[in-house]
């Protein structure tokens, strides 16, 4: 298991004030990138209210996918309508996505959140198509992507500790975990059955783009399941087997 690697400040930032020093190191130039892309698209939404129709008939993941417009996959992937939804998918690829990617290389990083986010919308498209109330179900953002990430990140440092807030920490895996459990409840709760095909999707994906087995990935599982208490059993020797307060006496 790999240890989380130290953030080294960048000689270019030296004069950067000291409190910008988390935020910056895990800012690598390809989570730039993507944060600034789909941030511009947002604006791009929220500030040209006239594409709003454009936008979500040909970027998002809708119908059009089954004409033949099968950029959908990748496109809705930056496509946000919510301020709130971007900034947490915003705020985890920055949370994981440098250790990530400083882990795997930067081409396994793209493979991971681009793969992850094309897998689970095809997973996602197919299962609306099948459903006769989803039919017409129109999908964006990427959040299932971002969910890979913190799967891989859970399964590459396992048990490392995760500082998540102040002193709050908790084991790299079982923040993943974590996540995992709360999407699947949400998509059950709701009954978003397409939902769920690209949350367990983007799980599966996360899980084995890191180097996971299938039969590691049902350890881990395991390891969260509650486990049934067992009744002991012992005998102690009594005396005399006469005599009532003297006979064998059964602990549990």
């Not at 008939?57 to 496509?79: D, K, M, N, S």
């Not at 881990?220 to 002991?232: D, I, Q």
Request: proline letters at 5%; a positive charge.
């Amino acid at each position: 298991m790999p240890d989380l690697p130290h953030g080294r400040r960048p000689p270019q930032n030296r004069g950067q004030p000291s409190w910008t020093r988390p935020i910056s190191e895990r800012l690598t130039p390809v989570i730039k990138a993507l944060v600034i892309a789909q941030t511009l698209v947002f604006a791009f939404y929220r500030l040209v209210p006239q594409s709003h129709g454009l936008l979500a008939e040909h970027l998002a993941l809708g119908p059009g996918l089954w004409e033949g417009e099968v950029w959908q996959l990748l496109t809705a992937l930056f496509l946000h309508t919510d301020g709130i939804t971007l900034i947490l998918n915003l705020i985890g690829l920055w949370f994981v996505g440098a250790y990530t990617e400083r882990t795997t290389g930067t081409r396994r990083f793209l493979l991971l959140f681009l793969g992850s986010g094309v897998a689970s919308n095809l997973a996602m498209a197919g299962v609306a198509r099948i459903s006769t109330y989803q039919t017409a179900e129109i999908f964006f953002g990427a959040s299932y992507a971002v969910l890979a990430l913190f799967v891989a990140y859970g399964r590459t440092f396992g048990r490392a500790q995760t500082q998540i807030l102040g002193g709050l920490f908790m084991q790299a895996q079982n923040l993943a975990l974590l996540f995992v459990a709360w999407s699947v409840v949400v998509n059950l709760y709701q009954h978003d059955w397409a939902g769920l095909a690209g949350s367990l999707t983007a799980s599966a994906f996360g899980y084995f783009m890191a180097g996971g087995s299938l039969g590691e990935m049902v350890r881990v599982l395991r390891s969260w399941w509650p486990k049934r208490a067992r009744r002991r059993y012992r005998v102690l020797e009594g005396g005399q087997s006469g005599s009532p307060s003297k006979r064998p006496k059964y602990w549990n």
